[in-house]
């Protein structure tokens, strides 16, 4: 008993240090880009994704998901421009690495290049509907929506060719890299798991296909919350903008009268007291 319950322990520590140690590459990944303005959000090509595909492939759906959503995650906590999408981030990779981790299920070169691209197909839905979704509701026409998307579109296919072509070889090196250690246990036994699951049951997974829905069902309430919020916002912002003017345009007009009668323009309470 007491050595079964060091081995669980030990395979916990394992699969902790595995989600941490692609949760970091993930994030460092998201470092390696180009921020590409597009009017109204802000898209980029970037090496993220790639780590996030190489988590799936390498260590399974859960843990390759975790470790997807944890890095993007992160990264958008600690920029500015994109903080308050953390929480569709972190979705929305995660549907990326649990996507490619579950279609991995045997180690030939066609099905990995498959499941990557799955991976990458999933989250460019995801991702797109989101920047349309949110330029739709902070009062964009369709118009300029479609134009957001299609620019997002092109950057989103780029980064997805990047990923699939650094993390598919990268798969392949690391696999055999990690035969000399610990960690090989995890990627052999996913193989071995994953094949026994294929041969009882062809159909999809239930715990997959809710994970998605309840995905994109939050990536939708998050969103449609956001936009509403931003839109507000810059209602109240130009609000303000337009009273500021008036009141100057106001004055402006007071001193071309004062001007034009010669008489003398009464003290404001400020310019007494500093005459006092």
């Known amino acids: 008993m007491a050595n079964q319950t060091m081995t669980k322990s030990r395979r916990t520590l394992y699969q902790i240090i595995i989600v941490g140690l692609m949760a970091a590459l993930v994030y460092a990944g998201n470092y390696l880009q180009i921020k590409i303005p597009n009017g109204v959000l802000v898209t980029r090509v970037h090496l993220g994704n790639s780590m996030c595909l190489l988590a799936g492939l390498l260590f399974g759906g859960l843990s390759g998901g975790l470790a997807s959503g944890i890095g993007a995650g992160l990264y958008?906590?600690?920029?500015?421009?994109?903080?308050?999408?953390?929480?569709?981030?972190?979705?929305?990779?995660?549907?990326?690495?649990?996507?490619?981790?579950?279609?991995?299920?045997?180690n030939e070169k066609k099905r990995v290049i498959i499941s990557a691209i799955a991976g990458q197909v999933v989250y460019i839905v995801l991702y797109l509907l989101k920047s349309y979704v949110t330029i739709i509701i902070l009062g964009g026409t369709s118009q300029a929506a479609w134009a957001a998307v299609g620019t997002n579109a092109i950057t989103s296919c780029i980064n997805a060719a990047l990923a699939v072509i650094i993390a598919v070889p990268?798969?392949?090196?690391l696999r055999n890299a990690l035969k000399r250690t610990g960690i090989y246990e995890f990627i052999a036994e996913n193989d071995l798991e994953r094949k026994a699951s294929k041969e009882k049951k062809t159909h999809f997974n239930p715990v997959t296909v809710c994970l998605t829905i309840f995905a994109v069902v939050v990536t939708l309430i998050f969103t449609i919350n956001l936009a509403a919020t931003n839109k507000v916002k810059s209602q109240e912002?130009?609000?303000?903008q337009a009273y500021i003017e008036r009141i100057d345009s106001l004055e402006n007009e007071l001193d071309y009268l004062y001007d034009t009668l010669g008489v003398e323009k009464p003290a404001t309470d400020d310019a007494a007291e500093e005459t006092e």
Do not use: C, N, Q
């Not at 920029?79 to 279609?103: E, H, Q, R, W």
């Not at 912002?237 to 303000?240: A, C, L, R």
């Open 170 to 173: 990268l798969y392949f090196l």
């Open 237 to 240: 912002e130009e609000k303000e």
């Open 76 to 106: 958008d906590l600690f920029d500015p421009v994109y903080i308050v999408s953390a929480p569709y981030t972190f979705l929305s990779k995660f549907a990326m690495g649990l996507t490619a981790g579950l279609l991995r299920t045997t």
